[in-house]
């Protein structure tokens, strides 16, 4: 025999929540790094609860599958049709014909409830021995909420869905939350004589309370601290309310712990996030998934950090990062691009436009500007050079490349994997290297410059530049410098490569 389950969970998460105008269930809409079934099933967590049951209906596959990633011992029922809430705790409980104790039941639509609110909820309704308790909230504006009816001395007397109400109880500011605690034997028999007799013609799960008044149960109310934590959404305008009551909740509770937010409003922490003491957050910042801001970073304005690691002291101005890291005291941006498996070693730098994915820069390495770094191994101390590409993709295979410690990249210059430059190599301007460059070698591949003089007097005869030279090449001969004889050709040759070894003419830092 099954043994007896002393507290079962139940999430309603079946409706449609037709108002949101949505291909995607309304208990799937993302806040702050979690969806709002999430975000219920995190506030139950502390419970400990035997089983969780959540009702799926709308969008059921859809929700399962989340459920897999989320809470995979968490039972999944189906409400085929939605025939009101009381019928959804009867399915459920069915799924569960073992459970026993304490029977909670959450909407799935509550994102701000706190695990302390819970718990305290059923506190109150084991300590009392009641039949059933449900959390009220004292709102400004109770409209489109149950109400709580009290009777002359205080108790709950019933639970009025607001289209069933009278007038005088629709002007009653205490709501019910949509959170109850259930003994379960007793929820049990109450719901099998739910009635379908109301405006919507379904079960309310709210009708249990009447029942049980009625049958002399005791039942309980237990108000909630904040009014906000109640809240729920029916559309979009709603959500988007509620995420700005957590982000509000959120940034206090980071800068309350030593962290700097210098803009509280236009900075966005999901509640998976982590931010180390003595960080900075500047202002239009997100930081989203996993990502984790180590002590004394400086991370803004103006980035947008998705499951990235920045370590102690280092600083990310203007950029995006998917699933990277930045090593302590590295720096990055602005408008750098770190895409996933980025790691950015101590103090290594990655500046303006570049972007790196798959990579690694190692301690002390810099790549300061106007680049794309993919599939590559940087070592130590290199020094990358402006509009320098790593050109890894064939257009069938990826392949990697590797630059050794202190080796020195010049501007300009394509390194076509697989290749490999060593040690303290140096790679000049402008070089297309295609095979490896040994330690300490200078690899070149450039072509010998020609100047061809009066090119331009002939081929672009009338032109401005033709004008100009005209103008250069009579101002030198007046003043008695040499002047090109027409047609003349001068070329380069071992110059080129004796110049390329300059470091003005490989690289910029």
């Known amino acids: 025999m099954p043994q007896p389950h002393l507290r079962t969970v139940v999430v309603l998460a079946a409706g449609e929540g037709k108002r949101m105008k949505s291909a995607l269930p309304k208990v799937l809409h993302p806040l702050l790094g979690r969806t709002l079934l999430g975000h219920v099933l995190t506030a139950a967590a502390p419970l400990a609860a035997d089983r969780t049951v959540v009702v799926v209906g709308h969008g059921a596959e859809q929700v399962r599958a989340h459920l897999t990633e989320i809470a995979p011992d968490a039972t999944p029922v189906l409400q085929a ?10 399915i459920a409980l069915e799924a569960v014909p073992e459970a026993a104790g304490t029977v909670v039941v959450i909407n799935g639509d509550v994102p701000l409830l706190r695990g302390e609110t819970v718990a305290a909820l059923v506190a109150a309704h084991e300590g009392e021995g009641a039949a059933a308790t449900v959390l009220a909230a004292e709102v400004p504006d109770p409209t489109g909420l149950g109400r709580i009816v009290r009777d002359a001395a205080g108790r709950l007397e019933q639970i009025v869905e607001e289209r069933d109400a009278t007038p005088a109880q629709r002007a009653l500011r205490e709501i019910n939350a949509g959170i109850y605690a259930f ?4 929820l049990r028999d109450a719901l099998g004589k739910l009635s379908t007799d109301n405006d919507q013609g379904e079960e309310y799960l709210t009708d249990v309370f009447g029942l049980l008044v009625s049958a002399g149960e005791p039942v309980g109310v237990h108000v909630a601290a904040d009014h906000v934590e109640t809240l729920g959404c029916n559309d979009r305008v709603e959500l988007a309310g509620l995420r700005r009551l957590l982000r509000d909740r959120v940034n206090e509770a980071w800068m309350r712990t030593g962290v700097s937010i210098l803009d509280p409003d236009t900075t966005w922490i999901d509640v998976t996030a982590t931010v180390e003491r003595d960080a900075v957050i500047d202002q239009n910042t997100q930081l989203r998934g996993t990502t984790v801001v ?8 103006d980035v947008t950090l998705v499951d990235t ?3 102690a002291a280092a600083t990310v101005l203007r950029s995006h990062a998917v699933g990277a890291e930045v090593g302590p005291g590295a720096s990055v941006g602005p408008y750098a691009y770190l895409r996933p498996a980025a790691r950015l070693a101590e103090k290594s730098k990655v500046g303006t ?3 790196v994915k798959n990579s690694e820069v190692g301690p002390g390495a810099k790549v300061p500007h106007l680049s794309y770094v993919g599939d590559a191994t940087i070592g130590a101390k290199a020094n990358i050079g402006a509009a320098t590409i790593f050109v890894n993709y064939d257009g069938v295979n990826k392949h990697r490349t590797t630059v050794g410690e202190a080796a020195f990249i010049g501007c300009d210059t394509s390194l076509i994997a697989p290749v490999e430059v060593g040690a303290g190599a140096y790679v000049a301007a402008g070089s297309a290297i295609t095979q490896d460059v040994p330690p300490g070698a200078l690899g070149v591949t450039r072509a010998p410059q020609r100047s061809i003089d009066g090119w331009v007097t002939r081929k672009r005869a009338g032109t401005a530049s ?13 003043a008695g410098g040499p002047v090109a004889r027409e047609g003349e050709a001068i070329h380069g040759g071992a110059e080129t490569v004796r110049r390329a070894s300059g470091a003005g003419d490989t690289a910029t830092e």
């Open 466 to 478: 033709a004008a100009a030279a005209e103008r250069a090449l009579a101002e030198g001969a007046s």
């Open 183 to 186: 003994d379960a034997v007793r």
């Open 294 to 301: 180590g002590a004394e970073a400086v991370v803004g304005p």
């Open 81 to 90: 049709q939605q025939l009101g809430t009381g019928h959804a705790v009867r």
């Open 353 to 355: 436009f570049v972007e």
């Open 309 to 311: 690691v920045v370590g």
